[in-house]
Protein backbone atom coordinates (compact mmCIF):
# COMPACT_ATOMS: atom_id res chain seq x y z
CA UNK A 1 0.00 0.00 0.00
CA UNK A 2 1.35 3.20 -1.04
CA UNK A 3 1.86 6.60 1.42
CA UNK A 4 -0.48 8.68 1.40
CA UNK A 5 0.03 12.14 1.70
CA UNK A 6 -3.10 14.88 3.04
CA UNK A 7 -3.63 18.44 3.48
CA UNK A 8 -6.81 19.59 5.69
CA UNK A 9 -8.64 23.19 5.49
CA UNK A 10 -11.18 25.12 7.17
CA UNK A 11 -14.23 26.04 6.45
CA UNK A 12 -17.75 26.72 8.36
CA UNK A 13 -20.90 26.05 6.65
CA UNK A 14 -23.98 27.44 7.59
CA UNK A 15 -28.21 26.64 7.84
CA UNK A 16 -31.62 27.78 8.99
CA UNK A 17 -32.45 24.22 9.23
CA UNK A 18 -29.77 22.39 11.16
CA UNK A 19 -26.00 21.22 12.09
CA UNK A 20 -25.80 18.71 9.62
CA UNK A 21 -27.39 20.84 6.55
CA UNK A 22 -24.74 23.29 7.73
CA UNK A 23 -21.85 20.68 7.59
CA UNK A 24 -23.33 19.46 4.31
CA UNK A 25 -23.49 22.93 2.57
CA UNK A 26 -19.75 22.95 3.54
CA UNK A 27 -18.36 20.09 2.46
CA UNK A 28 -20.52 20.59 -1.15
CA UNK A 29 -19.60 23.00 -1.80
CA UNK A 30 -15.24 22.51 -1.23
CA UNK A 31 -16.13 19.34 -3.95
CA UNK A 32 -16.99 21.59 -6.71
CA UNK A 33 -12.96 22.55 -6.36
CA UNK A 34 -11.52 20.01 -3.96
CA UNK A 35 -10.80 16.55 -5.06
CA UNK A 36 -10.20 13.07 -3.21
CA UNK A 37 -11.82 14.65 -0.02
CA UNK A 38 -11.33 11.74 2.82
CA UNK A 39 -12.54 12.84 6.05
CA UNK A 40 -14.17 16.09 7.99
CA UNK A 41 -13.95 16.29 11.97
CA UNK A 42 -16.09 18.98 13.60
CA UNK A 43 -14.55 22.11 15.15
CA UNK A 44 -16.75 24.39 16.15
CA UNK A 45 -20.54 25.20 16.48
CA UNK A 46 -22.70 27.94 17.08
CA UNK A 47 -25.65 29.27 16.57
CA UNK A 48 -27.81 32.50 15.98
CA UNK A 49 -30.83 33.33 18.67
CA UNK A 50 -33.59 34.95 17.18
CA UNK A 51 -36.63 35.93 19.56
CA UNK A 52 -36.30 32.74 21.59
CA UNK A 53 -35.10 30.14 19.34
CA UNK A 54 -32.48 29.11 17.43
CA UNK A 55 -32.53 31.02 14.14
CA UNK A 56 -29.39 29.59 12.31
CA UNK A 57 -26.13 27.48 12.45
CA UNK A 58 -22.50 28.01 11.96
CA UNK A 59 -20.18 24.91 11.66
CA UNK A 60 -16.90 25.18 11.59
CA UNK A 61 -15.35 21.69 10.21
CA UNK A 62 -11.64 20.63 8.94
CA UNK A 63 -11.59 18.44 5.31
CA UNK A 64 -9.18 16.41 5.13
CA UNK A 65 -8.36 15.61 1.42
CA UNK A 66 -5.19 13.50 -0.74
CA UNK A 67 -2.35 15.22 -2.10
CA UNK A 68 -2.31 13.42 -5.68
CA UNK A 69 0.43 13.85 -8.32
Not at 24 to 30: D, L, T, Y
Not at 49 to 61: F, N, P, R
Amino acid sequence: MPDHIYKKIELTGSSSVGIQEAIENAVSKAAKTIHDMRWFEVVETRGHIADGKVAHWQVTIKIGFSLTE
